[in-house]
Nanobody, 124 residues
Framework: QVQLVESGGGLVQAGGSLRLSCAAS????????VGWFRQAPGKEREFVAA????????YYADSVKGRFTISRDNAKNTVYLQMNSLNPEDTDVYYC?????????????????WGQGTQVTVST
């Protein structure tokens, strides 16, 4: 089992930045690929970014490419999502997820473990 806890969400003005953290406990986190997803009420959970266990390969949704950066510190069992140039369309609950080896990182059904989510609200 892997337990994931997201933090770092909050209220920010458009154009601002936030850094989300996904802290893991349980099994050896450095073996796991991790993804970030987001979901608005009444909408499907959508892919944001993912990072392989080594930290050397990353993936991004087109909507966040160039604005968001995913990274990890395996010594701290933590994955980060740096979000810059935020706009109101980025307002969502953000979730991190983990799996031992993700074959299709943008597919939420490929992940085994999920956190409880953290709210990000971007005001105009």
């Amino acid at each position: 089992q892997v337990q994931l806890v997201e933090s770092g969400g909050g209220l920010v003005q458009a154009g601002g930045s936030l850094r989300l953290s996904c802290a893991a406990s349980g099994r050896t986190f450095s073996n796991y690929d991790v993804g970030w997803f987001r979901q608005a009420p009444g909408k499907e959970r959508e892919f944001v970014a993912a990072i392989k266990w080594s930290g050397t390969i990353t993936y991004y949704a087109d909507s966040v490419k160039g604005r968001f950066t995913i990274s990890r510190d395996n010594a701290k069992n933590t994955v980060y999502l740096q979000m810059n140039s935020l706009n109101p369309e980025d307002t969502d609950v953000y979730y991190c997820a983990a799996v031992l080896s993700v074959q299709a990182p943008s597919r939420r059904d490929r992940y085994d473990y999920w956190g409880q989510g953290t709210q990000v609200t971007v005001s105009t």
